[in-house]
Nanobody
Framework: QVRLVESGGGLVQAGGSLRLSCAIS????????MAWFRQVPGKERELIAA????????YLADAVKGRFAISRDSVKNTVDLEMNSLKSEDAATYYC???????????????????WGQGTQVFVSS
């Protein structure tokens, strides 16, 4: 399994921006599709963005389309989530996840993912 470590969370005003980063280490020779989920207490983990192994295909949930973008940096071995025009409802713990079935993008069931990071919290003040 790969090891995933998220960073970049914090407090931001509504309308502001944050960039989350997921550092990938371990069995990096294996191929993975990558995704970002978010979760608030009492609710299920929600898929918000995903990226194919090649980076050619992406998925964005309707709630974040036009505001968020997912990208992969092959040199740094990270998967980043650029978040703009943040709203109060974007406040959550954000998790990076690796899907060993690298040919698909955007599996919504968290159990399909092999590895998870510890999460990074995003707070949005109004």
């Amino acid at each position: 399994q790969v090891r995933l470590v998220e960073s970049g969370g914090g407090l931001v005003q509504a309308g502001g921006s944050l960039r989350l980063s997921c550092a990938i280490s371990g069995l990096t020779s294996r191929r993975y599709a990558m995704a970002w989920f978010r979760q608030v207490p009492g609710k299920e983990r929600e898929l918000i963005a995903a990226l194919s192994d090649s980076g050619a295909f992406t998925y964005l949930a309707d709630a974040v389309k036009g505001r968020f973008a997912i990208s992969r940096d092959s040199v740094k071995n990270t998967v980043d989530l650029e978040m703009n025009s943040l709203k109060s409802e974007d406040a959550a713990t954000y998790y990076c996840a690796a899907d060993p079935q690298y040919w698909r993008v955007g599996a919504t069931d968290p159990s399909q993912y092999e590895s998870w990071g510890q999460g990074t919290q995003v707070f949005v003040s109004s």
